[in-house]
Protein backbone atom coordinates (compact mmCIF):
# COMPACT_ATOMS: atom_id res chain seq x y z
CA UNK A 1 0.00 0.00 0.00
CA UNK A 2 1.36 3.66 -0.76
CA UNK A 3 0.24 6.15 1.43
CA UNK A 4 -0.79 9.97 -0.29
CA UNK A 5 -0.57 13.31 1.44
CA UNK A 6 -1.88 16.38 -0.47
CA UNK A 7 -0.19 19.70 -0.60
CA UNK A 8 -1.26 23.18 -1.98
CA UNK A 9 -4.83 24.02 -1.76
CA UNK A 10 -6.04 27.12 -0.60
CA UNK A 11 -7.99 30.22 -1.33
CA UNK A 12 -7.80 32.24 -5.08
CA UNK A 13 -9.44 34.50 -6.36
CA UNK A 14 -11.56 33.23 -10.09
CA UNK A 15 -8.81 33.27 -12.94
CA UNK A 16 -6.19 32.72 -10.55
CA UNK A 17 -3.80 29.41 -10.39
CA UNK A 18 -2.67 26.57 -7.97
CA UNK A 19 -0.85 24.03 -8.09
CA UNK A 20 -1.67 20.86 -5.93
CA UNK A 21 0.83 18.08 -4.65
CA UNK A 22 0.75 14.75 -4.00
CA UNK A 23 3.49 13.25 -2.08
CA UNK A 24 3.16 9.07 -1.73
CA UNK A 25 5.40 7.04 0.28
CA UNK A 26 5.40 3.31 1.11
CA UNK A 27 5.70 1.78 -2.31
CA UNK A 28 7.15 1.82 -5.54
CA UNK A 29 5.61 4.81 -6.96
CA UNK A 30 6.35 4.15 -10.45
CA UNK A 31 4.09 0.92 -10.27
CA UNK A 32 1.17 3.54 -9.67
CA UNK A 33 -1.23 5.09 -12.31
CA UNK A 34 -2.48 8.01 -10.18
CA UNK A 35 -5.58 10.35 -10.45
CA UNK A 36 -7.03 13.48 -8.86
CA UNK A 37 -10.65 13.65 -8.33
CA UNK A 38 -12.63 16.62 -6.13
CA UNK A 39 -15.55 16.42 -3.56
CA UNK A 40 -17.87 19.82 -4.10
CA UNK A 41 -19.99 20.20 -0.82
CA UNK A 42 -23.21 17.96 -1.24
CA UNK A 43 -21.76 16.17 -4.68
CA UNK A 44 -20.34 13.26 -5.78
CA UNK A 45 -16.62 12.56 -5.49
CA UNK A 46 -15.32 12.90 -9.32
CA UNK A 47 -12.88 12.18 -11.73
CA UNK A 48 -10.52 14.98 -12.41
CA UNK A 49 -7.02 13.74 -13.97
CA UNK A 50 -5.05 10.92 -14.23
CA UNK A 51 -1.67 9.85 -15.77
CA UNK A 52 -0.28 6.81 -16.58
CA UNK A 53 3.09 4.87 -14.50
CA UNK A 54 5.89 6.63 -16.86
CA UNK A 55 3.74 9.72 -17.85
CA UNK A 56 3.40 8.18 -20.86
CA UNK A 57 -0.87 9.02 -20.99
CA UNK A 58 -3.06 12.00 -19.33
CA UNK A 59 -6.71 12.22 -19.76
CA UNK A 60 -9.00 14.90 -18.23
CA UNK A 61 -12.29 15.70 -17.67
CA UNK A 62 -14.30 18.39 -20.08
CA UNK A 63 -15.14 20.32 -17.21
CA UNK A 64 -11.18 20.84 -16.69
CA UNK A 65 -9.65 19.91 -19.92
CA UNK A 66 -7.02 23.00 -21.00
CA UNK A 67 -6.85 24.52 -17.67
CA UNK A 68 -5.91 21.56 -15.69
CA UNK A 69 -2.50 19.86 -16.24
CA UNK A 70 -1.63 16.34 -14.87
CA UNK A 71 2.54 15.77 -13.97
CA UNK A 72 4.66 13.20 -12.44
CA UNK A 73 8.01 12.85 -10.96
CA UNK A 74 8.70 9.45 -10.19
CA UNK A 75 12.37 10.33 -8.96
CA UNK A 76 10.34 12.52 -6.05
CA UNK A 77 7.20 10.56 -5.58
CA UNK A 78 5.19 13.11 -6.44
CA UNK A 79 2.36 13.92 -8.53
CA UNK A 80 1.22 16.99 -9.61
CA UNK A 81 -2.05 19.16 -10.48
CA UNK A 82 -1.46 22.69 -12.06
CA UNK A 83 -4.60 24.63 -12.01
CA UNK A 84 -5.03 27.94 -14.00
CA UNK A 85 -8.17 30.04 -15.29
CA UNK A 86 -9.90 29.11 -11.32
CA UNK A 87 -13.28 29.44 -12.02
CA UNK A 88 -15.82 29.17 -8.24
CA UNK A 89 -17.10 25.74 -9.71
CA UNK A 90 -13.83 24.47 -9.27
CA UNK A 91 -14.49 24.99 -5.66
CA UNK A 92 -14.14 21.70 -3.84
CA UNK A 93 -12.24 18.92 -1.55
CA UNK A 94 -9.50 17.74 -4.06
CA UNK A 95 -7.96 14.44 -3.76
CA UNK A 96 -5.17 12.07 -5.16
CA UNK A 97 -5.14 8.37 -5.46
CA UNK A 98 -3.34 5.64 -6.81
CA UNK A 99 -3.88 1.88 -8.59
CA UNK A 100 -1.65 -0.43 -9.39
CA UNK A 101 -1.55 -1.01 -13.20
CA UNK A 102 -3.78 0.81 -16.19
CA UNK A 103 -5.25 4.03 -15.68
CA UNK A 104 -8.94 4.42 -14.53
CA UNK A 105 -11.52 7.23 -14.05
CA UNK A 106 -13.60 5.18 -12.45
CA UNK A 107 -13.36 5.94 -8.35
CA UNK A 108 -13.45 1.85 -7.19
CA UNK A 109 -10.83 0.86 -8.81
CA UNK A 110 -8.03 3.55 -6.98
CA UNK A 111 -7.32 1.43 -4.00
CA UNK A 112 -5.38 4.34 -2.15
CA UNK A 113 -6.38 7.79 -1.14
CA UNK A 114 -5.17 11.09 0.17
CA UNK A 115 -7.10 12.74 2.94
CA UNK A 116 -7.44 15.38 0.49
CA UNK A 117 -6.79 19.06 0.61
CA UNK A 118 -9.17 22.19 0.03
CA UNK A 119 -9.44 24.11 -2.56
CA UNK A 120 -11.62 27.48 -2.54
CA UNK A 121 -12.15 30.15 -5.54
CA UNK A 122 -14.05 33.28 -4.84
CA UNK A 123 -15.76 35.03 -7.66
Known amino acids: QVQLVESGGGLVQAGGSLRLSCAAS????????MGWFRQAPGQEREFVAHISRLAFATNYADSVKGRFTISRENAQNTVYLQMNSLKPEDTAVYYC????????????????WGQGTQVTVSS
Open 97 to 112: AARQGLVSIRIAEYDN
Open 26 to 33: GGTFSRYA
